[in-house]
């Protein structure tokens, strides 16, 4: 089997609970404290939930692209703005035509569609600040691409949660059929009634924070963010090394229970980036805090890895963004090769309340401060498992 | 392994496809030599599906799954990797959904977990019990070329497992329909592609120089005349499928 060609991921624009740039989410992380979730009483009629809501200011969309100005694209503008110094060199050096745009969502601007429809029933017209690039999904990708004055090819994936690891895993294929010379890609997903309230009534939401692998896990604690890189097909530095997809077949709502989909998503991430298991260090677990997905998903861990390795759940600092989980968690996957020493990396810690689920494997729970040897190359992964039965797995390596 | 072949190439293997009026292979023959907009009223019947399955399917998810079942032998069902592209999805089903958000009521679970983007794709598996890599995206003008380029992704990958890429899209609802202007049709196109085989091969380009808009129906039929026109270029804004000698 020849060698993948290479995707560097280059550059990282992240934006969620922990904060509004790279640094203050790598402390956030480390931190392991779920104490940047807030309390909401709007988004669900009598419920007070807690949310991984951003509270760093957003930029404003550009009067130029008003009528794509809904938070959903001021939060992937927010990631944006961070790398946007190596963006415009690589349009610079390339010229727009060759940049690509591949972004993920689940909500695209749902928040500010019902905006427009309470303005409706007040009004009896959709509020004039409305339009529908806000709401279409491919509006995201289409605003990153005229934010940017990129001119390739732009389109929005949304596979749920597994929405914006797909959308890197398509970038890096973007790059390798020679049709860019850089690509852009992320996702970004922000908090709205209408997901929160279809979560509810699937009875997935907790009271209070997630709390993954426990005995006492009781729903997921949702958030919103956005991450943005900027892939090169270069070597060096921080490289996407493997892509695993499966689906479930099984359930529009719940995973195969037993972690068959989420198997074969691992194991292809493994044969893709031509590792065997024990040469990943580090698992970011889909982990949301539902008694079947950690059920099914520890259990499949299990199977490729034993109990070992070192895995933690980071939904608990900031909730879980949904569309854009993939990408935040790729970007926390990437905050762990950037910022550690080499030979060693600091791991976000395993957030919960201490009590293991005597059903699940005793899988490697990462504890405050841990942190991992490694010899060679650093390769870590991270799992993400769709709603609608969607899985994407991702392995980056730093060498 | 059948990986030969530029990475931008892949061959239409097989196709099928439904529109109101144009439900079999023949009247879209008919139809290409003498194109026409689409009809935007009706479903099929994807009498195919279990009573139960059938019953919660949307007009949008019957399209889907006629075309996609229509793509494929018995034996290919859980086999091929799956790229939906919809430009609107469910988005008329989720207007009511906001209706009820809005106005504080309860959502149903089901309609809910219906109306996501990836919701055919999720459906597709389950009644296909296919378990390959699959992927929903969306494109606003461009969803049809893009959904072409995310299939070729899934070839860059694993060039020896054939991609089924249905399109398909419904009228959009009056909420927005004013806010939207496009081709407007029922309609839904499924196109077995693999890296080689039987079947004429497309190589796809960023040099399309197509004219934004130009034909009352949307870019999945126009791609459908062309391949059955056998003609040797076809370009949709800016992309361009060039037909392998």
């Known amino acids: 089997m020849t060698a993948r060609p290479p995707c560097r991921l280059a550059a990282l624009g992240v934006v969620n609970a922990l904060g509004a740039d790279p640094e203050s989410v790598w402390r956030g992380l480390l931190a392991g404290e779920p104490a940047r979730l807030s309390w909401n009483e709007a988004l669900v009629p009598g419920r007070r939930l807690l949310v991984g809501a951003v509270s760093d200011p957003l930029p404003e969309v550009p009067a130029a692209l008003a009528r794509y100005a809904c938070r959903n694209n001021a939060m992937a503008l927010a990631a944006l703005a961070q790398i946007e110094a190596p963006v415009r060199a690589a349009l610079a050096r390339h010229g727009a035509a060759r940049v690509g745009v591949v972004m993920g969502t689940s909500t695209s601007g749902v928040a500010d569609a019902e905006d427009a429809f309470r303005w409706q029933r007040a009004h009896g017209g959709l509020a004039p600040s409305f339009d529908y690039a806000q709401l279409e999904f491919g509006g995201l990708a289409a605003f990153v691409a005229d934010r940017l004055g990129a001119s390739g090819p732009a389109f929005t994936l949304s596979t749920a949660c597994s929405s914006g690891a797909r959308a890197l895993a398509s970038a890096r294929s973007l790059l390798a059929m020679g049709l860019c010379d850089a690509v852009v890609a992320g996702a970004a997903d922000t908090l709205c009634g209408l997901t929160t309230n279809g979560f509810a009534a699937l009875q997935a939401v907790s009271e209070g924070v997630t709390n993954p692998c426990s005995r006492n896990r009781a729903g997921l604690t949702l958030g919103e963010g956005a991450a943005a890189f900027l892939l090169l097909p270069e070597p060096g530095g921080i490289q996407l090394t493997g892509v695993g997809e499966s689906s479930e077949a099984h359930h529009m709502s719940a995973p195969d229970p037993t972690g068959a989909g989420a198997e074969a998503a691992m194991r292809g991430a493994l044969a893709d980036a031509g590792l065997a298991a024990d040469a990943i260090a580090y698992l970011n677990l889909h982990g949301t805090g539902t008694p079947l997905n950690d059920a099914m998903e520890c259990q499949a861990v299990e199977r490729v890895f034993g109990t070992s390795l070192a895995v933690s759940s980071t939904k608990p600092l900031v909730g879980h963004a949904l569309g854009a989980a993939g990408a935040l968690e790729a970007a926390f996957c990437w905050l762990v090769l950037a910022q550690s020493a080499p030979g060693v990396l600091e791991l976000p810690p395993h957030c919960f309340d201490g009590e293991r689920d005597p059903e699940l494997p005793a899988l490697h729970l990462v504890g405050k401060g841990e942190s991992v040897r490694v010899e060679g190359p650093a390769r870590v992964m991270t799992n993400s498992f769709g709603f609608g039965g969607n899985n994407c797995t991702l392995v980056l390596e730093r060498s | 392994m059948s990986a030969n072949g530029p990475a931008t190439r892949a061959h239409v293997l097989r196709w099928s496809a439904w529109s109101p009026g144009l439900e079999d292979a023949p009247a879209w023959e008919r139809w290409a030599a003498a194109p026409a907009p689409l009809a935007t009223e009706g479903h099929p019947a994807a009498a195919f599906l279990p009573a ?52 504080q009521e309860r959502l149903s679970p089901t309609k809910f977990s219906h109306t996501v983007h990836n919701a055919q794709a999720g459906l597709f598996c389950i009644a296909a019990g296919n378990r390959q890599a699959s992927s929903s995206l969306a494109a606003r003008a461009d969803t049809f070329a893009c959904g072409w380029l995310e299939a070729l992704t899934f070839l860059e990958r694993d060039p020896a497992t054939p991609v089924l890429l249905v399109t398909s899209d419904v009228p959009l609802d009056a909420t927005f329909a004013a806010l939207v202007p496009e081709p407007r049709g029922a309609y839904g196109l499924g196109l077995l592609l693999a890296r080689a085989g039987d079947g004429p091969g497309f190589d796809l380009d960023l040099d399309g120089r197509g004219e934004a808009g130009a034909r009352p129906w949307p870019d999945a039929a126009e791609f459908l005349r062309s391949l059955l026109a056998g003609e040797a270029r076809l370009a949709l804004g800016r992309f361009g499928w060039t037909r392998a000698a």
């Open chain 2, 52 to 103: 139960m399955l059938r019953r919660r399917c949307t007009p949008l998810t019957r399209l889907v799954l006629t075309a996609a079942f229509g793509a494929l032998a018995e034996g290919e069902r859980p086999r091929v990797r799956t790229v939906f592209a919809t430009r609107h999805g469910s988005i008329n089903e989720s207007i009511e959904l906001l209706h009820q958000v809005v106005a």
